[in-house]
């Protein structure tokens, strides 16, 4: 079965988020299912500079008023074709913002473009290659499926995945008559969203299936608190939409051959990662290791929690708790977590960016790691914690709540318990479950059971890619029926 896979981001190759780690492992994952995924993805300076041997498969004269080329190659592992467009793709700063923090003005055209390229390729613009299903990921390649939707030919089958409904890709009406998408298109049942366009929406209104990252969010997004309005479109067709759980690939988070850690360890060797502990704490300037080590490796967006982490980070280190941050985010809490550092010296510190070996080391050596997050389609750091023995202080939500286990006098008692969680948007709820975590941090026995009992949690890609070659072969069978039918 050949898939082609539609993304703005792809691990190791470019990446500002989960959505890059998930595009990076899906493929592999699926190839033991006989499925061969291909990732369609923007020729940014990142990319290209890792695609080597690649060749030319296509030529397009006119990509939404540039000249573009298609080149297929093999990079780290991953089959992928490139848009190479230097005229939307080759410029400085991440993806979607310049350098200087602001969206480029043009994202609503490199993304369409990105999007019918995709559904170019559905309808054979490759010879030899006519892939059977085209899976879109977030609002970047929202379009596709509309694309395939209003295009000449609906032979592709095409799956939408939300990984987090926050972003919806909006623009202005004006830029429809440029889209390159028949007259009605534009309507409630098409690409029109509130007088504009969404991708996003586009996407999961036209596509056969809708998927999010997890069972509990895609539960969630069909109510009107974490709908963000599309509660009635994903209620509507309420039997084409699945949650599946994200994985992680285990092979490049694994504790045991992990190169980013100063020692590796196993779950017979836990109390290896002490020599962990001692390079975060140094690497951050903490003092000692005796207490418990808490960090948080994320944005730092009111989203993700963190104003409710400043709420109560005082109190935090009242308990006896140390803070380690790694993230970027909004100036207001980059800057609320620098004062916090500047109080209390020695336990609370910042490194603003991201760095990604510093984040399997601080996986590798802390004790606890924070997720307070307001709404959280899966998440991934939980599931790199479990892996870790780095005990995952989560919100009761979204993904959080279908990987977490609460360490409850009951969960305790059954011994099934994982890691804490909390009700999210209370930072009086994220305090106490916080001292909670402190007191269980005490009592190094049970600690240890709580560390060893995540890290035999089953967070690999194997269920969740089973999960998707089901639905692959579901809609290659209704597409079979169809046909059958004419």
């Known amino acids: 079965m050949e898939v082609l896979s539609v993304a703005s981001e792809l691990y190791p190759l470019i990446k500002t988020g989960g959505l890059a780690d998930v595009t990076g492992a899906l493929p592999g994952a699926l190839a033991q299912s006989g499925i061969t995924m291909r990732t369609l993805v923007p020729g940014y300076p990142a990319v290209m ?24 190659g093999r990079v780290a592992g991953l089959d992928i074709i490139v848009i190479e467009a230097p005229a939307l793709y080759d410029r400085p700063g991440n993806p979607y913002v310049s350098p200087d ?12 473009a990105l999007s019918w390229v995709a559904a170019e390729l559905g309808q054979g613009l490759v010879e030899g290659y006519l892939p059977q299903i085209i899976h879109a990921h977030d609002w970047q390649a929202g379009l596709a499926p509309a694309y395939i939707k209003y295009g000449p030919s609906d032979r592709v089958k095409t799956v939408m995945t939300v990984h987090n409904m926050a972003f919806k890709g909006f623009f202005g009406p004006e830029i429809f008559s440029q889209l390159r998408l028949p007259p009605h298109a534009y309507g409630v049942n098409g690409v029109e969203y509130y007088g504009g366009i969404s991708y996003l929406k586009s996407g999961m209104e036209c596509a056969d299936y809708v998927t999010t990252v997890s069972p509990n969010y895609a539960d969630e997004i069909r109510t009107p608190a974490f709908g963000m309005g599309l509660e009635g479109l994903l209620n509507g067709r309420a039997d084409t939409v699945l949650g599946i759980l994200n994985g992680i690939d285990i092979t490049a988070w694994d504790p045991a051959t992990d190169k980013a850690l100063v020692q590796p360890y196993g779950i017979n060797t836990i109390h290896q990662r002490r020599a962990n502990k001692l390079a975060v704490a140094d690497r951050f ?6 207490g418990p080590l808490f960090c948080v490796v994320s944005r730092l967006t009111d989203q993700k929690g963190m104003d409710l982490l400043l709420q109560i980070v005082d109190g935090m280190v009242d308990l006896g708790a140390r803070l380690a941050v790694l993230g970027s985010g909004e100036g207001y809490l980059e800057d609320g977590f620098r004062y916090a550092s500047a109080r209390h010296p020695g336990k609370v510190a910042i490194i603003t960016g991201y760095n990604e070996d510093l984040s399997h080391l601080m996986q590798g050596g802390c004790d606890a790691i924070l997720i307070p997050s307001r709404f959280e389609p899966c998440g991934l750091t939980q599931l790199y914690g479990l892996r870790y023995g780095c005990v995952p202080v989560v919100s009761r939500i979204g993904g959080l709540a279908d990987t977490v286990i609460d360490a409850n006098p009951a969960a305790i008692a059954a ?8 009700d999210a948007g209370s930072a009086h709820a994220l305090y106490e479950a916080i001292r909670r ?26 269920t969740s890619a089973a999960r998707y070659a089901d639905l692959y072969a579901t809609l290659i069978g209704q597409k079979t029926d169809d046909s059958s039918d004419d």
């Open 285 to 290: 300037g903490l003092d000692g290791v005796d």
């Open 101 to 112: 923090g602001w969206d480029w003005s043009d994202n609503w055209k490199r993304f369409a």
């Open 437 to 462: 975590t402190v007191r269980l941090y005490a009592n190094d026995k049970l600690w240890k059971k709580i560390q060893r009992r995540g890290m035999k949690s089953d967070v690999s890609w194997e």
């Open 415 to 422: 011994e099934v318990a994982t890691g804490v969680m909390f």
């Open 49 to 72: 500079g890792k695609l080597t041997g690649g060749r030319v498969v296509a030529e397009i004269a006119d990509l939404f008023g540039v000249p573009a080329k298609l080149i297929a």
